[in-house]
């Protein structure tokens, strides 16, 4: 099998702290807006403003990033899962998986070459759905990352230039 879901948990677990970081900008943001509130009976400007607007964002795009990493967990283990279902019949036939071909396994086989031809087809069907999902997910996260990049970047520049 070589399709690894690379280490799911590590992956999930960071989703997670982006998202409980999240979590913890956005009860910051609402301090700042209880802040806002108090200067603005007090007759005070409201310096906060940009400082809201900035953790907000960062805070949604946290929220975002580590959304899309569990969610890419799950897509690895379930693609993984589907993979190892195909192992029996790979067995009963002699076939294994090398990359993302099903192929003969070396050596004699008992198998009908007939039934093992028509059973590898099959099979390099099932497999070709699951690389192809996998795969869509993966660019999908990739572009969703590389956007998520810039974003935080804009948002860092923006936040050191005191804008």
């Known amino acids: ?3 690894s879901a690379g280490d799911a948990g590590s992956t999930s677990a960071l989703g997670g702290a982006l998202r409980t970081q999240a979590g913890g900008l956005a009860d910051f943001v609402v301090d700042l807006d209880a802040a806002a509130r108090r200067a ?3 007759g005070s400007p409201d310096v906060t403003g940009p400082e809201r607007d900035l953790v907000t964002r960062a805070a949604t795009e946290l ?3 580590g959304g899309l990493l569990q969610s890419w967990t799950t897509t ?3 693609s993984a899962a589907r993979v190892r279902a195909l192992e029996p019949a790979l067995t009963r036939f002699d076939l294994v998986i090398d990359g993302q071909l099903v192929v003969e396994r070396s050596g ?3 198998v009908e070459p007939g039934e093992r031809l028509a059973e590898r087809d099959r099979l390099q069907e099932l497999l070709n759905r699951v690389t192809a999902v ?3 997910e993966q660019a ?3 572009r969703e990352l590389e956007a998520s990049a810039t974003t935080l970047a804009a948002l ?3 936040a050191r230039s005191g804008a």
């Open 40 to 42: 603005a009976r007090t």
């Open 134 to 136: 996998r795969s869509r």
């Open 1 to 3: 099998m070589t399709l």
């Open 156 to 158: 860092s520049d923006r």
């Open 63 to 65: 929220d975002r990033v």
């Open 108 to 110: 004699p086989s008992r």
């Open 76 to 78: 690895a283990v379930e």
């Open 140 to 142: 999908r996260l990739r």
